[in-house]
């Protein structure tokens, strides 16, 4: 908040103008940090996130009543009661929520700012949180080798899956999400992508499925009940259009969340479960009891991309993460 200067100000700077001991736009930058605390924003950015004083203060490192004492500083600097209470918690006001998203990005940038960048990243010190948003197969084929990768370059590094139940950006431009890894959506085209590997469809059956004594055909699959994986809960897709295309419809008679669903349901049952190929380079047990054949359609390629904000771009940390990503996926899902 800028304040006008009072008198005395005025006089001294009148006096620096004159004697050229201070420029206009420098006095001006003088009054304008003389009236700012930094810490007051990120304590802002916490409260709001938080929306607890406990827990912002627990985020900060702070005690409770010093979290407090600054809630009331910033009241008064605002205007604004910012959190009110509401039974045992605290809401917030309609200002806070307009200041929520905005307040997050200022405090974001000036970390940055005022965060020394290194020329040349030390990854072996290197002391960060990174989050991953990615689907539960990703999870599972993935999150051991690239913890490995990880731990073996940077033993102070720490990572977080975080599920992706959707393609909603805002945990990316909000910051709460450091990459996400599936394929891109559509919705965001200020948002940074790499291609990490190309993927397809295959079937899974239990060993000694009746489906594997001949030639897997349309028909025969068609005839077949199935189990799919889809987050929305749909029970067609790709496959079923490509059926559709020869008069053909299959049974789908149950739909999980995830692919390691699907795969734990074929390998008890007789349901026939469409996965990724990629789940073939699993190094553990997910595959073990079953059989796999490719389809006998055609479905279009699944592509499987990096992403993330474009303030990370320049970001050596979030490089070197980007970069073990990628290595780590290319060893457990050669390009085809």
Request: charge should be positive.
């Amino acid at each position: 908040m800028w304040r006008r200067p009072d008198r005395r100000q005025t006089h001294a700077m009148h006096y620096m103008f004159a004697s050229g001991a201070m420029s206009p736009a420098a006095a001006r930058i003088d009054w304008v940090m003389d009236d700012v605390d930094l810490n007051l924003l990120t304590a802002l950015d916490a409260l709001l996130a938080e929306g607890s004083v406990s827990k912002a203060a627990v985020r900060l490192g702070l005690s409770p009543s010093a979290m407090s004492r600054t809630l009331t500083r910033l009241r008064s600097a605002t205007g604004d009661p910012l959190l009110v209470r509401a039974g045992r918690g605290l809401v917030p006001t309609p200002r806070a929520i307009e200041l929520r998203e905005r307040v997050g990005a200022l405090a974001r940038d000036v970390r940055m700012v005022l965060s020394r960048q290194a020329g040349d990243l030390d990854i072996a010190t290197l002391e960060r949180t990174f989050t991953i948003r990615a689907s539960e197969g990703f999870v599972n084929l993935f999150a051991a080798p690239l913890v490995t990768a990880v731990a073996d370059a940077a033993p102070h590094v720490r990572l977080r899956f975080a599920p992706k139940p959707d393609k909603d950006v805002r945990p990316l431009r909000e910051g709460q999400v450091d990459l996400e890894i599936g394929v891109l959506g559509v919705s965001a085209p200020e948002v940074r992508a790499q291609l990490v590997f190309r993927d397809d469809f295959i079937g899974a059956v239990r060993a000694g499925h009746p489906l594997l004594t001949g030639p897997v055909s349309s028909e025969r699959y068609a005839a077949c009940r199935h189990v799919v994986a889809s987050r929305r809960g749909a029970f067609t897709g790709p496959v079923d259009d490509a059926l559709a295309k020869l008069g053909l419809r299959r049974d789908v008679v149950a739909v999980v969340p995830g692919f390691p669903d699907a795969i734990r349901i074929a390998r008890r049952s007789d349901l026939v479960a469409l996965v990724p190929r990629s789940c073939l380079g699993s190094a553990d047990l997910l595959m073990e009891g079953l059989a796999t054949f490719d389809l006998p359609v055609d479905t279009p390629e699944i592509l499987i991309s990096a992403m993330w904000h474009p303030r990370m771009d320049a970001d050596p940390a979030h490089r070197w993460l980007r970069d073990t990503v990628m290595a780590v996926c290319r060893v457990v899902a050669p390009p085809r």
